[in-house]
Nanobody, 121 residues
């Protein structure tokens, strides 16, 4: 059993910053790629950013240059530093991780419960 728990969301003014965290716990043997997705009201969930096990990151064009993903493998944690926030960034942000629960177990995707980010004046 694997749990991903996000934290750090909240209300922030345009131009402000937030740092999201996501901690994986449970029966974890190894974690591969991790990422952040978001879903705004009335819209489909979209990819924000991903990071591989060795630290290679990718970003959606809408957040490139403003958001930074990082990870701490020793703590099974992934972070999302969000700067220069815009009202368009308002969404529920979800953490994702590819987790193997054993040496012979194929990795599978796990999701967090989401954390609300609201950018408004």
């Amino acid at each position: 059993q694997v749990r991903l728990v996000e934290s750090g969301g909240g209300l922030v003014q345009p131009g402000g910053s937030l740092r999201l965290s996501c901690v994986a716990s449970g029966r974890i043997f190894s974690i591969g790629a991790m990422g952040w997705y978001r879903q705004a009201p009335g819209k489909q969930r979209e990819l924000v950013t991903t990071i591989t096990g060795d630290g290679t990151s990718n970003y959606a064009d809408s957040v490139k240059g403003r958001f930074t993903i990082s990870r701490d493998n020793a703590q099974n944690t992934v972070y999302l530093q969000m700067n220069s926030l815009k009202p368009e960034d308002t969404a529920v942000y979800y953490c994702n991780a590819a987790v193997s629960t054993g040496y012979f177990h194929t990795p599978r995707d796990y999701w967090g419960q989401g954390t609300q980010v609201t950018v408004s004046s």
